[in-house]
């Protein structure tokens, strides 16, 4: 766990959160602010800052949330959904604890405004 970072909280449920699901490595809450009608976010348990700083061997952690992702968006039927990491400040990270964004219950266009 890092100090200072609302992630890190909401999976030590030091703060409420939405939670949708629980696994041993990842949690996955709904997003506070959404964007679309479903707009939630899948959480690893470790502290990572950003996919920039997830090394060689943890790519792995990758695969397992679009796994997850995946498997939540099938459960509410979802006929589309887009999946977003945001890394850096200049593509709009704000929270610095990997995340990944699912979004979906509408038609996207791209490229988003
Ligand atoms: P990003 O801008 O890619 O770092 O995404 C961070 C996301 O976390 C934003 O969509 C926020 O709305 C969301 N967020 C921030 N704080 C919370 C919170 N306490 N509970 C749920 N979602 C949050």
Do not use: T
């Not at 939405?18 to 709904?30: D, G, P, R, S, Y």
């Not at 602010?33 to 090394?55: C, G, T, Y």
């Not at 006929?79 to 593509?91: P, S």
């Amino acid at each position: 766990m890092s100090e200072d970072c609302i992630f890190c909280e909401i999976v030590a449920k030091k703060i409420p959160s939405k939670i949708i699901l629980e696994e041993k490595n990842f949690v996955a809450f709904q997003d506070v602010n959404p964007q679309a009608p479903v707009h939630f976010l899948v959480v690893p348990r470790v502290h990572i800052e950003s996919i920039d700083a997830v090394k060689d061997n943890e790519l792995i952690l990758i695969g397992q949330m679009v796994k997850v992702a995946k498997q939540l968006a099938h459960e509410i039927k979802l006929k589309g959904y887009r999946l977003v990491f945001n890394n850096g400040r200049e593509a709009g990270q704000s929270v610095f604890h990997i995340h990944l964004h699912v979004l979906g219950g509408r038609p996207m266009l791209w490229p988003p405004g």
